[in-house]
């Protein structure tokens, strides 16, 4: 009987160890693929080049993109996306705001924005454009559509400009997410925030959403 709780307990104990070594393969497979999805699908990094976006981004800083947001939330007006946009000879990226929605019709009129028909109160204090450019018509965003603005906004290009436009959600790589650099995120480090003044809302304004 000794001899067979021998062999019982033996057979106890190599299943346990296969259990352990197979557990052990899983989790290094799973820190494999977590690795694979993260630098291929998850995070992405690129640097701002020019002050479009200033203050809430210099030249020179480097930007986390986050490209996972968008399969599993929704893009929300004032989110701070990276853009791919196709050139003449090569594709770039560039940093821009999300003002217009798809389905909304987008116009500036005297500096500001205004959302069907309303003015946008926005959430940071912009400086009024002295450029409407295509804008100045009324535009209709169609489905999938974005009207995007750049945070230094009479010194740079945008959907008010031609060779740009409206941008398509397929051209949106993600979220500028976080500032490596200085390891700030984004939507914390925006020097207009400082100067709004709620005084100047408009209580019948299109609200900015977060």
């Not at 993109?65 to 090569?90: A, L, P, Q, T, W």
């Not at 003015?119 to 009207?147: H, I, Q, R, S, W």
């Not at 390891?183 to 207009?192: E, F, K, N, Q, T």
Request: aromatic residues 8%; proline residues 2%; negative net charge.
């Amino acid at each position: 009987m000794k001899y067979d709780f021998d062999l019982e307990d033996k057979s106890k104990k190599r299943k346990q160890l296969i259990l352990r070594i197979l557990l052990i393969l899983l989790e290094v497979a799973i820190v494999i693929f977590a690795a694979y999805a993260i630098t291929h699908y998850g995070l992405e990094k690129m640097t701002v080049s020019g002050e479009y976006m200033s203050p809430t981004l210099q030249d020179g800083d480097e930007v986390l993109i986050d490209r996972m947001r968008y399969r599993i939330c929704s893009i929300k007006r004032n989110d701070v996306v990276v853009v791919r946009h196709n050139g003449s000879e090569h594709s770039y990226y560039t940093v821009e705001r999300v003002i217009g929605m798809p389905g909304e019709k987008v116009k500036i009129e005297d500096g500001e924005v205004y959302i069907n028909g309303k003015k946008l109160k926005e959430k940071f204090d912009f400086p009024k454009m002295e450029n409407g450019g295509l804008a100045l018509e009324e535009v209709t965003l169609e489905e999938d559509d974005y009207f995007m603005l750049c945070d230094n906004r009479n010194e740079c290009e945008d959907s008010r400009n031609a060779n740009i436009g409206n941008v398509r959600k397929q051209d949106i790589v993600g979220k500028a997410w976080l500032r490596t650099n200085s390891l700030a995120l984004i939507s914390h480090i925006d020097g207009y925030a400082k100067q709004r003044n709620p005084k100047d809302s408009d209580a019948s304004s299109t609200e900015g959403s977060e």
